[in-house]
């Protein structure tokens, strides 16, 4: 992404039913790019691999986002789709499954656009789902975590 500056560089965060996980990854990511000062730099979004359209955030993904100073808009979930490969410049996946699930559907020749957020923690891990632990802290952690780490790569400041 580096020098990137004709048109924000488009992420979209990807999960299961888009309810959890990728909407709680979008949100942190906006707060994060803001407080960092590159908001500007980025266009980010989220997507599911399965028909859950239209559903609200979880209802303890917004909990767990206020608690941590995070106000989550409003939105419903939306569907990963095939043309979204041409529209968007990186993917990022939850877990393992979803990695698969982002293949199928955008195809083989996005590959190259397509990242596991877990990949990015120092012990890489799937981002568990709360939908089924039920733990909206851990996986805000990991999620935090991850973002921080993708936004310091995606504008050059890795360590």
């Not at 909407?23 to 990511?29: G, H, L, R």
């Not at 106000?71 to 499954?97: C, H, I, N």
């Not at 982002?102 to 190259?112: F, K, N, T, V, Y």
Request: glycine share 8%; aromatic share 8%.
């Amino acid at each position: 992404m580096r020098g990137r500056k004709d048109k924000p560089f488009r992420v979209m965060f990807v999960c299961f039913g888009n309810v959890c996980r990728s909407p709680m990854a979008e949100f942190i990511f906006r707060e994060y790019a803001e407080r960092s000062g590159v908001a500007d730099l980025f266009e980010v979004a989220s997507a599911a691999t399965t028909c859950e359209e239209g559903r609200p955030v979880h209802p303890g993904t917004a909990e767990v986002l206020r608690s941590h100073g995070i106000g989550p808009q409003k939105r419903t979930s939306v569907l990963l789709r095939p043309q979204d490969a041409e529209r968007w410049d990186l993917f990022v996946g939850m877990d393992d499954y979803n990695i698969r699930a982002m293949l199928r559907i955008l195809g083989e020749d996005a590959a190259a656009k397509i990242c596991k957020l877990g990949d990015l923690l120092p012990a890489p891990r799937d981002i568990a789902d709360p939908w089924y632990t039920g733990d909206f802290e851990a996986t805000y952690r990991d999620v935090s975590e991850g973002v921080s780490a993708l936004i310091a790569k995606l504008i050059g400041e890795e360590k």
